[in-house]
């Protein structure tokens, strides 16, 4: 007679979603790079991405008001 082998419960699925998590996405190297790509002032842009991309994070602003702050302004 075979004894059953318990299983413990899963408490958390890892995903990886496209690459996104665990990565600096759009880290300061990366705004660096947009800014001289399409000629913007880096240190204006990380300024208003730091007082912003928090609330972002949280949901209390969609993206395209992040970026119409961000990097429209």
Do not use: C
């Amino acid at each position: 007679m075979e004894q059953a082998i318990a299983t413990p419960a899963i408490k958390a699925l890892f995903l990886d979603v496209g690459g996104v998590l665990l990565t600096n996405g759009w880290d300061h190297t990366m705004r660096k790079q947009a800014a001289e790509q399409f000629a913007l002032d880096d240190a204006a842009l990380d300024e208003r991405h730091r007082l912003t991309f928090d609330t972002y994070e949280e949901g209390k602003l969609s993206l395209d008001e992040y970026l119409q702050y961000t990097v429209f302004l």
